[in-house]
């Protein structure tokens, strides 16, 4: 198995998990974020990203005594099955890292979302309907909506002006 | 040029010399020196600049800081890749003088200029510096540094290939931050979609 890209997507994924939720308390994004109070999105933040760092540099072994490279194009040619002699250390560098890290920030932002369109549902629709356009584009419309509302939002309007 | 090369292999003989005298600072280099760390911090830091702003100018200038280092990356690739496939390749410390670099991690088998991690750092720090100045950009810039020198310490790097990967990232940031400017309004328009979206 390649264990090390396993190992560094786990490590990647939660750790930009983290850092979203410090973030969305820290802009106050209450539809990215899995907390009512922002207190809370910074300890959750913290908490996972040293426990990322420390399950990666403790539990995994990121520098062993021998390596071979694994690039992304690995994963399609082998599955996550190890071509080489499994006591072989394996190794990815800072360009497939870059492709790695962004698949597992990509799912990081999207179960974020998932999470908390559906932790913070409740939301109340009159507060979406009073606010201006303005506040409702981009990430500044995650401050008092979820991303399921914003959608459904736009979708509505899109459907009210045809 | 010989002189250059000899001089700066007496500084990598004489930085690497301090490995097994200081035994926290041998570890802390390891770590700081590693494929994963810097990159992945540095990932995180943009992360957080893309999604943490309290007002529409912060956000604005965050995020076009994430695009220019995002996109000065992108260049660096490009360049290491130009490198080491054409430019001369030079051997790594420990292939150079088998037995005598203390090396503690595992030996790379890829040419040793430039150095790829170092070029990284410093993209990601010239990016977020460039368009943001301040601060968080001085960090990156010393823990690009740090990187660089620990790279250099765990004899994997020469002093010039990191000083050169190091020229490459900032480099490869100013072009990026010149493309961004001459691109526009496509990066704006870039942002604008992401916007309406919710991405950004």
Redesign the interface.
């Known amino acids: 198995m390649l264990k090390l890209a396993l190992e ?1 997507f786990l ?2 994924f939660v ?2 998990l983290g ?2 939720q ?3 308390a ?4 209450g539809g ?1 974020s899995f907390f009512t109070r922002p207190i809370w999105g910074y300890i959750f933040g913290s908490i996972a ?1 040293v426990g990322a760092f420390t399950g ?2 403790i539990v995994a072994n ?6 071979y490279a694994i690039t992304f194009g690995d994963l399609f040619r082998y599955g996550w099955s190890n071509p080489k002699d499994p006591g072989i ?1 394996l ?5 497939e ?2 492709v790695f ?1 962004l698949v597992a ?1 990509a799912c990081a ?1 999207s179960i974020s979302l998932l999470v908390s369109s559906i932790v913070k549902r409740r939301i109340s629709r009159e507060t979406i309907e009073e606010r201006s356009e303005e506040t409702l ?6 401050r008092e909506t979820t ?1 399921f509302q ?2 459904s939002h736009s979708l509505r309007k899109r459907k009210g002006q045809e | 040029m010989s002189a250059i090369i000899s001089a700066d292999e007496t500084v990598f003989f004489w930085i690497n010399g301090f490995v097994g005298k200081v035994p926290i600072l041998d570890r802390l280099m ?2 700081v020196g ?3 760390l810097v ?2 911090i540095m ?2 830091i943009l ?2 600049l ?5 007002s ?1 100018p912060e ?1 604005g200038l965050n995020q076009k800081a994430v695009l220019c280092a995002a996109v000065g ?1 992108g260049f660096t ?1 490009l360049a ?1 890749h130009f490198f080491t496939e054409y430019g001369p390749p030079r051997l790594r410390p420990t292939d150079a003088y088998p037995g005598m670099v203390n090396l503690l ?2 030996g790379r088998t890829d040419p040793s200029f430039p150095s ?2 170092a070029a ?1 750092a410093f993209t990601f720090a010239a990016g977020v510096w460039l368009v943001k100045r301040g601060r968080l950009g001085i960090a990156m810039f010393l823990t690009a540094a740090l990187l660089a020198f620990a790279r250099v310490y765990v004899g994997v790097h020469y002093p010039l290939d990191v000083i050169g990967g190091a020229a490459i990232g900032i480099v490869a940031s100013l072009a990026a931050l010149g493309v961004l400017r001459l691109a526009e309004p496509l990066p704006t328009w870039v942002l604008k979609g ?3 979206i ?3």
Do not use: H, Q
């Open positions: 560094y490590f990647a750790a930009s850092v979203l410090i973030a969305a820290y802009a106050r994004l990215l990203v990666f540099y990121p520098n062993p005594e021998v390596a250390g190794i990815m560098g800072e360009g890292c870059a890290f920030i932002l584009k981009g990430l500044e419309a995650l991303l914003a959608i | 390891i770590l590693d494929d994963y990159f992945t990932a995180l992360l957080s893309w999604v943490g702003f309290r529409a956000r990356v690739c290491i991690t595992y790829e991690p990284i992401m916007r309406r919710y991405l950004a």
